[in-house]
């Protein structure tokens, strides 16, 4: 199970990545996401994938889920829904500034 997702978040880091070598910035802001997503799925492979009683301690349970990398998924959810927000907002008042989505265009000429 953990060569799947080892896959998925490879797969999810490349498209990643190639969206945010792309010149529109709306596929900029999805390409941080598709990373994102890819982190997360990397921390909880990396925590490994422990099938077994809630993370609670209990007389008698031997096997228990490691709570660790959830609580860092979690937080890691929650900081890449603010920055998600922010590229959004930000991409947003762009175009609105700019009339363009485009990269290339944002820069303007060099005499000015």
């Given at each position: 199970m953990e060569i799947i997702m080892i896959?998925?978040?490879a797969i999810l880091f490349a498209t990643g990545v190639y969206n945010i070598l792309q010149k529109q910035l709306l596929r900029i802001v999805i390409g941080t996401v598709l990373i994102s997503?890819?982190?997360h799925l990397f921390i909880l492979t990396m925590g490994k994938l422990k099938r077994?009683?809630?993370p609670v301690e209990v007389y008698g349970v031997t096997e228990y889920a490691d709570p660790l990398p959830q609580a860092l998924i979690l937080t890691s959810i929650v900081i890449s829904f603010g920055v998600?927000?922010?590229l959004l907002v930000l991409a947003y008042r762009a175009y609105k500034?700019?009339?363009t989505d485009n990269m290339e265009k944002m820069r303007g000429?060099?005499?000015e």
């Open positions: 896959v998925l978040a997503h890819g982190a077994g009683a809630p998600t927000s922010f500034l700019n009339q000429s060099e005499h």
